[in-house]
């Protein structure tokens, strides 16, 4: 009974230090700040953040038959077809709003 306790009790600690050290890891700016980048798209003040669209079948057959267009042709090709999708300060508009 009682080593089946300290088994238990050791286990729980295990849990313990593993749970304070992932506390540690996430509370801390360096997490933070990769969370702002990859989840929200934020930059440092000095940085520029540069969103690259979504290629979905429909654009990447687009932008094969643009090839050896000019360039801007190509250009609005690709925003033409990112208009379709909101912005993302949109997306957290609607999140939170609606």
Do not use: C, H
């Amino acid at each position: 009974m009682v080593v089946e306790k300290q088994r238990q009790l050791s286990l729980v600690e295990e849990k313990n230090r593993q749970l304070q050290n992932e506390l540690r890891r996430v509370q801390g700016t360096e997490y933070v700040e990769s969370e702002a980048r990859e989840k929200l798209g934020m930059g440092k003040t000095d940085e520029k953040v540069v969103i690259m669209p979504q290629i979905t079948p429909g654009l990447e057959e687009a932008l094969r038959q643009a090839q050896g267009k000019p360039a801007s042709t190509r250009q609005s090709l690709v925003l033409s077809r990112q208009s379709a999708s909101p912005p993302n300060w949109q997306k957290w508009w609607q999140l939170f709003i609606y």
